[in-house]
């Protein structure tokens, strides 16, 4: 396989799963009270959405990488 081949596959399983998750969710943690052997957290969710349309750039740059050959005439 070349290297061309190996992008273009890359290309289309990020944009199968950017199309099917459209963004992802961490949580972290923070301290909110610290009053000696009393210590209170708490817990927040973030959320970084991905565009549709960055999936299904991706998805039509991999099948093109796949598809396209400059050696046929």
Excluded: C
């Amino acid at each position: 396989m070349n290297p061309k081949t190996i992008a273009g596959i890359i290309l289309i399983v990020v944009g199968v799963v950017a199309l099917s998750y459209q963004g992802f969710t961490y949580t972290t943690r923070e301290k909110a009270i610290d009053l000696g052997p009393l210590q209170v957290t708490a817990e927040e969710k973030h959320t970084v959405p991905i565009p549709p349309i960055l999936g299904g750039i991706a998805l039509v740059a991999g099948i093109g990488l796949l598809v396209w050959n400059p050696k046929r005439g």
